[in-house]
């Protein structure tokens, strides 16, 4: 029902120090790690959209995605810990998409130095510790000082018209954006020329986390939403996300609403001029690209999101005993006792004495049709394990449901007739826990009788394997194997298609 249970994540720094750690200070980042022997440094934090609940309202298609704006940010705050003031230029190779439960971890790797001053950054997620790295960005930061600006202090821009934006977030939903309040921050709009310029704020509520941030994710994505009022019919506009930054530079951080500049910056990419909303100059992007992204690469990234596992049967070390001396016995057909009445009556007559464990066979496949043979054997297992729940003398004993070749490691050469009984005895243990073992084996045993008839030989093994107090078993060659979940590796696409005009955003 994915209800959350777990205590609430908090999304600080605290306690850093004490683990040979430096704190980030960053809401995005809690702990740096210089590297020993370099200058490099790695930064590390958790995104959660428990702990930074903004991060729901930004969603592409069905995707939750982290936003491009987002990884301007931890660059630029990787930047300013390191005295690069400047990131010169930062790819987006991969969307980042952020699960609905859970968090992310993230990597910001800083190079060192080289002669120029410039380092190289990297950015990286995973969403669990067994996990690979996903590579998402690429980039340089520099110290290029922060240039004089014209800034934005004529207001309306002179010269230019108003652009209805009342109806822009139910046009860009139509194109794929699912923006929350916190990115819904365009408030007005204006024209003139191939110049298009916006005012854009925060929501109230998210003004406190602004002083945290060179520029607030949220506000600086909202500062490009203008471009959505030129794009032509929705139905014909395709989903744009950012590709490639350069040349972005932060002169005030903290501001909670903007005045924004947008001009071609050549054939497929834009600038900005972001302005606080008196006008003076908070920050500057050299150029933006952006990409298209595709139906089918959103439904990677969220196959990605929302992970795909198998079943493995791993092997598990043998039992320090062979099983000799374990008190048991089988029942079914060629066995001592034909089924689960027999031995009750043997018990009652006191020729025999109730074991520890009893391994129970269905009739084995192939001698009837398929569908005639899985009948009969799912009412035999059923009748066996009602009367196992049942009978008082069976309450302390453990029930094998051994079948022959209804389980393979790759779904191969499956006996059919046998395979449904592990669904029936899958439940029956789900009501009571420790009563049932699923067992699965390859032929028969055939081996001559102990001095006690009803033991083969040929259970010794499965007996031993029973060691390992597994629920499922199965049987190849005397190895014993249990099966684990094991998480599907899906190929990860990077947009491919060539950066188009920002017009069509």
């Known amino acids: ?280 100059p908070v920050a500057s992007v050299g150029a933006l690209n952006l990409r298209e992204i595709t139906p089918e690469q959103l439904a990677v990234l969220r196959r990605g999101g929302d992970p795909l596992y198998r079943i493995d049967w791993v092997p598990v070390l043998p039992a320090p005993s062979t099983g000799a001396d374990a008190d048991w016995v089988a029942v079914g057909q060629g066995c001592r006792y034909a089924d689960l009445g027999a031995l009750v009556a043997a018990c009652e007559a006191g020729t025999a004495s109730m074991p520890d464990v009893v391994l129970w066979r269905p009739a084995p496949g192939g001698t009837s049709t398929v569908p005639t043979g899985a009948r009969a054997a799912l009412a035999s297992a059923l009748a066996a394990v009602q009367l196992w729940l049942t009978e008082e003398r069976f309450a302390a004993a453990k029930l094998v449901i051994v079948t022959d070749g209804a389980m393979s490691e790759d779904s191969s050469d499956l006996c059919l007739e046998h395979a449904p009984l592990w669904g029936l005895v899958r439940a029956a243990q789900a009501e009571n826990p420790g009563r049932f073992v699923l067992a699965d084996v390859s032929g028969t045993p055939d081996d001559a009788a102990e001095a006690d008839p009803a033991r083969t030989t040929g259970d010794l093994p499965l007996i031993a394997a029973l060691a390992a107090t597994e629920p499922e078993i199965m049987l190849r060659a005397g190895q014993a194997f249990v099966p684990r979940l094991a998480r599907e590796q899906q190929p990860s696409e990077a947009p491919a298609t060539p950066p188009a005009s920002y017009t069509h955003l």
């Not at 750690?21 to 790695?42: K, R, W, Y």
């Not at 003004?207 to 607030?216: E, I, K, M, Q, T």
């Not at 794009?231 to 950012?242: I, Y």
């Open 1 to 280: 029902q994915r209800r959350r249970y777990w205590q609430p994540e908090h999304a600080t720094g605290a306690g850093a120090a004490a683990l040979g750690l430096d704190p980030a200070e960053h809401p995005l980042l809690g702990a740096a790690v210089p590297l020993a022997g370099s200058d490099a440094i790695v930064f590390t934090g958790r995104l959660s959209p428990h702990t930074h609940p903004w991060l729901t309202d930004h969603a592409v298609g069905d995707s939750l995605l982290f936003p491009g704006t987002g990884f301007v940010e931890l660059a630029l705050a990787a930047g300013g810990h390191v005295g690069c003031d400047v990131l010169a230029e930062l790819v987006l190779t991969a969307p980042l998409a952020l699960p609905e439960q859970g968090g992310v971890t993230i990597q910001v790797s800083v190079g060192a130095p080289g002669a120029d001053g410039r380092r190289t950054v990297s950015i990286h997620s995973r969403t669990e510790d067994t996990e690979p790295w996903s590579h998402h960005a690429d980039g340089v930061l520099g110290q290029g000082g922060r240039p004089d600006s014209a800034g934005l202090t004529q207001w309306p821009p002179p010269g230019a018209t108003a652009l209805p934006a009342d109806d822009v977030y139910e046009t860009m939903a139509a194109r794929g954006y699912g923006y929350g309040p916190v990115f819904q921050g365009l408030r007005a709009a204006w024209q003139r020329g191939d110049e298009m310029f916006a005012e854009v704020a925060l929501p109230e509520h998210a003004h406190a986390d602004a002083d945290r941030y060179a520029v607030h994710p949220a506000l600086l994505d909202a500062a490009l939403h203008a471009m959505a009022l030129t794009g032509g019919d929705s139905a014909d506009a395709v989903t744009m996300l950012p590709f490639s930054w350069s040349g972005v530079t932060v002169r005030a951080q903290g501001a909670r609403g903007l005045r924004v500049r947008i001009t071609p910056a050549g054939d497929t990419a834009v600038a900005l001029e972001l302005a606080d909303l008196s006008g003076n």
